[in-house]
């Protein structure tokens, strides 16, 4: 069974930093797309950031700059690297996996993000 862990999540300062990781386990298949969403209690799920099996990313514009994904593919991993976070970046972060030939999508269950003003 497939299972998505996320980490890395805490409490930072306006300006700080922290990198999240995203690891899909029980698998020996690939993953085609990793990506981040984040959400706010009641609010709808956004996407942040999206890496592919290649290395092609795409970025949400609110992060542009600010955020960058790297993988380990060997490791089923991916690494969501955030600086000058900003209150407004506070949210729970969630990782979406996508596994190569096939469509489902695995979900995490979240880590928190808060970033003090």
């Known amino acids: 069974q497939v299972r998505v862990v996320e980490s890395g999540g805490g409490l930072v300062q306006a300006g700080g930093s922290l990198r999240l990781s995203c690891t899909a386990s029980?698998?020996?298949?690939?993953?085609?797309?990793m990506t981040w969403y984040r959400q706010a209690s009641g609010e709808r799920r956004d996407l942040v950031a999206t890496?592919?099996?290649?290395?092609?990313?795409n970025y949400a514009e609110s992060v542009k700059g600010r955020f960058t994904l790297s993988r380990e593919n060997a490791k089923n991993t991916v690494y969501l690297q955030m600086n000058s976070l900003r209150p407004e970046d506070t949210d729970v972060y969630y990782c979406?996996?996508?596994?190569?030939?096939?469509?489902?999508?695995?979900w995490g269950q979240g880590t928190q993000v808060t970033v003090s003003s």
């Open positions: 029980g698998t020996t298949i690939g993953f085609k797309t």
């Open positions: 979406n996996v996508i596994l190569l030939g096939g469509s489902y999508q695995h």
């Open positions: 890496i592919t099996a290649s290395g092609l990313t």
